[in-house]
């Protein structure tokens, strides 16, 4: 593979897929390294073949995992065969690509099962594009990689899942059929006494992250059409909109980054569940998670009307009375004076408050991270934005945010990308996407992860 062409594929292909991860150049290899190897300062060292003089530099802000770079290597290795077929064709090749990351992203995790797998994805990837009684389906399988089925008592995947029968089996949350690892049947499962366990995953299929250990690979097509792979108790992999995604949690959660208290990480852990939450619950969002010296800069584009923190509405309250205070137009300085001579309850009652009061009363002073998950996933979905302070304390829900001139997107988009001055904020769409944005040291807003 051309040294032009390898970096090429190394930015369409793997970047893409590892969340906040970059080309930081290259350096000089010998024949003795390996293609694929950990580097320094959370790096991936990667060339075509070990007879290439040179490996090009993967970095991000969080180390590689094992099975990372071991991904890394499956794909390296699937597509440096394919180069060698020499396929000219643009159209057929990136579709070949297509099947060699997923080969990729299934061996990462087991070699023993991934023919399985692979064979299990497809017939749910033929599922996906017809109903059933006129609904689309949702499906649940679960691959055992340990326990293998007696052979004479039994029927492969390829049989049941090809009859109509099979869409009234499985929800895909709740209910699954079990194949061993050679895609023989072992048996039903309902997940309602499923032991709890730490996962990372969206909420509705927080009960099949749990029971997915290093021993069983969940596999599930939603109603929507996206196929979603967990394995070590977290969600692995999705396909959606016909791509493949890798979901480095941690990568993301160290992107929310905001050094400023001990519960920082317990806050960013919150947000980023959440945003996951309304990605799979295909719920468009806004949330905005602001830097500790930004809170002042913040309030001046939130409606005092969508506050809900008492502390903050003192803030906003001492914002718009320093601003009448500098207004020629006596009449108008004396009347924002008399719209704040109250307090945040008396406020919300004189202007009919209802959605702020009410927020107010189920939020009941609890930090972003107290708060149950469900809810937390209702009130982020409220259109408008969620205005989180660097402690966790939920400022606004719902917040129309007053955007600057000249920007650009839809509401939501716009919002996020002049709230991410201040902070950090995460637009979630309805389709699924997470678009992270934040301000660089010159205060230029970017983009800083695209998830789903």
Request: proline share 1%; with cysteine.
């Amino acid at each position: 593979m051309e040294k032009s062409q390898f970096y090429d594929f190394v930015n369409t292909l793997i970047v893409p897929l590892f969340t906040g991860s970059f080309v930081a150049g290259e350096i000089e290899s010998s024949s003795r390294d390996l293609e694929v190897a950990l580097g320094k300062g959370n790096s991936v060292l990667l060339k075509p073949t070990k007879l290439d003089e040179y490996r090009i530099v993967l970095k991000r802000g969080q180390a590689f995992k094992s099975f990372e770079v071991n991904l890394i290597r499956n794909i390296l290795e699937e597509m440096t065969e394919l180069s060698s077929l020499g396929i000219d064709n643009a159209i057929y090749l990136q579709k070949l690509q297509s099947v060699v990351i997923e080969k990729a992203l299934i061996n990462s995790i087991t070699d023993v099962a991934s023919d399985t797998i692979i064979g299990i994805i497809s017939m749910l990837e033929r599922w996906s594009a017809r109903t059933y009684e006129g609904a689309n389906v949702a499906m649940g399988v679960f691959v055992n990689l340990a326990t293998l089925a007696e052979e004479k008592s039994t029927v492969s995947y390829a049989e049941i899942m090809n009859h109509d029968f099979y869409a009234r089996l499985t929800d895909g949350m709740s209910c699954f059929v079990e194949f061993d690892r050679r895609g023989l049947l072992l048996t039903y499962t309902n997940l309602k006494n499923t032991k709890s366990a730490p996962t990372i995953s969206p909420y509705i299929f927080d009960r099949v992250a749990r029971s997915c250990n290093d021993k069983r690979v969940g596999i599930v097509l939603t109603v929507r059409g996206d196929i979603l792979i967990f394995y070590a108790r977290q969600l692995m992999f999705a396909k959606r909109n016909g791509k493949w995604c890798v979901y480095s949690h941690d990568e993301i959660i160290r992107l929310l980054y905001n050094n400023v208290s001990y519960t920082a990480k317990q806050i960013r852990r919150a947000i980023y569940n959440t945003a996951l939450d309304c990605s799979f619950g295909y719920m468009g969002a806004c949330i905005v998670y602001l830097n500790k010296d930004k809170t002042m800069d913040a309030l001046k584009f939130i409606d005092v009307a969508d506050i809900i923190s008492e502390p903050h509405f003192e803030m906003k309250k001492q914002l718009e009375l320093e601003e009448a205070s500098k207004l020629y137009n006596l009449q108008t300085a004396k009347a924002i004076q008399e719209k704040f001579d109250c307090n945040h309850e008396e406020y919300m009652l004189k202007n009919n408050c209802v959605k702020s009061r009410s927020i107010r009363k189920i939020v009941a002073g609890k930090k972003l991270y107290e708060l149950d998950r469900k809810l937390l996933e209702d009130l982020v979905s409220i259109d408008g934005a969620t205005i989180v302070d660097f402690d966790g304390t939920i400022i606004a829900v719902g917040a129309i945010i007053k955007i600057e001139a000249g920007s650009l997107g839809g509401g939501r988009l716009a919002a996020t990308k002049s709230m991410a001055k201040y902070g950090v904020g995460i637009k979630v769409s309805q389709d699924g996407i997470m678009l992270g944005y934040s301000a660089d040291k010159h205060g230029k807003v970017k983009q800083i992860f695209n998830v789903g």
